[in-house]
């Protein structure tokens, strides 16, 4: 078991996701930066698909009940066993009864602590990952929270450095435009690879909301609600883009002005509030790897 001590200004359990469930109106959910998730289990020995605890710019702190391994990735941090530094991004043994605190990001904005064995809640429509959209899974972390780990299944990973990108300080994302970007202006399209959008403060684990420039409706009619996928890019009556990530609603009624490749969402979650976004807008189909949100099928529909 671990116990909370500090439960962070918001930190949940997340693994893989839940796949094959968005015609039930489930979001896929999961890791929001799935490298720094998968890396953490293997540093530790854990399958990928094990669960992890995300956090959120401010870190967390728990008291192990029994001695385990733990590694720290995604955004950067101070770690510190029982008052003691310790690595970042490496496998740290942990004797029982020690406290292991994970301070605030010094850069990046989400964290990943992984422990022999996983978290083991119990699992929901295949997953522990917890959904804010659904309320599904378990609720975010609070003080004196009590969380079981499972059993260990390989040796932490043999490794003296593990090369880490840095989270980018602003944030460029690939584009593809469609299916709605005839529902814009010409003047809108041909502007947006100039245009310099802000990360807003109301972005969450559902979506990375921008600020600072609007673009213009051509149609100006209602749009029926239609099927929504992982990185679509909803254009609300604001006109400023909003970047939809692992806990996305299955539907929605604003049109799609394009898609970001899933390979560029984890740069999305660790960016902060404030930062410059810009899109690098594309025509084509999205690239290898990309996939439609929550049915596992590989493919996104072009």
Same mark, same amino acid.
């Given at each position: 078991?671990?116990?909370?001590?500090?439960?962070?200004?918001?930190?949940?359990?997340?693994?893989?996701?839940?796949?094959?469930?968005?015609?039930?109106?489930?979001?896929?959910?999961?890791?929001?930066?799935? =490298? /720094?998730?998968? $890396?953490?289990? %293997? @540093? !530790?020995?854990? +399958?990928?698909?094990?669960?992890?605890? &995300?956090?959120? *710019?401010?870190?967390?702190?728990?008291?192990?009940?029994?001695?385990?391994?733990?590694?720290?990735?995604?955004?950067?941090?101070?770690?510190?066993?029982?008052?003691?530094?310790?690595?970042?991004?490496?496998?740290?043994?942990?004797?029982?009864?020690?406290?292991?605190?994970?301070?605030?990001?010094?850069?990046?904005?989400?964290?990943?602590?992984?422990?022999?064995?996983?978290?083991?809640?119990?699992?929901?429509?295949?997953?522990?990952?917890?959904?804010?959209?659904?309320?599904?899974?378990?609720?975010?972390?609070?003080?004196?929270?009590?969380?079981?780990?499972?059993?260990?299944?390989?040796?932490?990973?043999?490794?003296?450095?593990?090369?880490?990108?840095? =989270? /980018?300080?602003? $944030?460029?994302? %690939? @584009? !593809?435009?469609? +299916?709605?970007?005839?529902?814009?202006? &010409?003047?809108? *399209?041909?502007?947006?690879?100039?245009?310099?959008?802000?990360?807003?403060?109301?972005?969450?684990?559902?979506?990375?909301?921008?600020?600072?420039?609007?673009?213009?409706?051509?149609?100006?009619?209602?749009?029926?609600?239609?099927?929504?996928?992982?990185?679509?890019?909803?254009?609300?009556?604001?006109?400023?883009?909003?970047?939809?990530?692992?806990?996305?609603?299955?539907?929605?009624?604003?049109?799609?002005?394009?898609?970001?490749?899933?390979?560029?969402?984890?740069?999305?979650?660790?960016?902060?509030?404030?930062?410059?976004?810009?899109?690098?807008?594309?025509?084509?189909?999205?690239?290898?790897?990309?996939?439609?949100?929550?049915?596992?099928?590989?493919?996104?529909?072009?």
């Amino acid at each position: 078991m671990i116990e909370v001590v500090r439960a962070g200004a918001l930190t949940t359990v997340q693994d893989l996701g839940r796949h094959g469930v968005a015609h039930l109106g489930v979001p896929r959910s999961g890791a929001l930066d799935e =490298p /720094a998730h998968r $890396l953490a289990n %293997r @540093l !530790v020995g854990n +399958p990928e698909s094990a669960a992890t605890l &995300e956090t959120t *710019l401010t870190g967390t702190a728990v008291r192990l009940r029994t001695a385990t391994t733990i590694a720290v990735t995604g955004a950067p941090a101070p770690v510190r066993l029982s008052g003691r530094p310790v690595a970042w991004g490496a496998p740290v043994h942990v004797p029982a009864g020690a406290v292991l605190d994970v301070g605030t990001a010094t850069h990046g904005l989400r964290g990943y602590v992984a422990f022999s064995g996983g978290v083991d809640v119990e699992p929901v429509l295949g997953s522990r990952a917890t959904d804010l959209l659904s309320g599904l899974g378990p609720p975010p972390l609070s003080d004196d929270d009590l969380l079981p780990l499972g059993r260990t299944t390989g040796p932490p990973g043999p490794v003296d450095a593990v090369p880490v990108s840095a =989270p /980018a300080r602003d $944030l460029v994302l %690939r @584009l !593809v435009l469609g +299916p709605r970007d005839d529902w814009f202006t &010409e003047n809108a *399209l041909a502007g947006l690879a100039a245009a310099r959008f802000q990360v807003a403060g109301a972005s969450n684990r559902i979506a990375l909301r921008t600020e600072g420039h609007a673009l213009e409706r051509a149609v100006h009619r209602e749009l029926p609600s239609e099927g929504m996928v992982l990185g679509g890019v909803q254009v609300p009556p604001n006109g400023c883009p909003m970047v939809f990530l692992a806990d996305h609603p299955t539907t929605g009624g604003y049109p799609v002005i394009g898609v970001v490749p899933v390979a560029d969402l984890a740069a999305a979650a660790q960016t902060r509030p404030g930062a410059e976004v810009r899109f690098v807008p594309t025509r084509g189909p999205l690239p290898s790897g990309s996939r439609r949100a929550g049915d596992g099928s590989g493919t996104v529909a072009g």
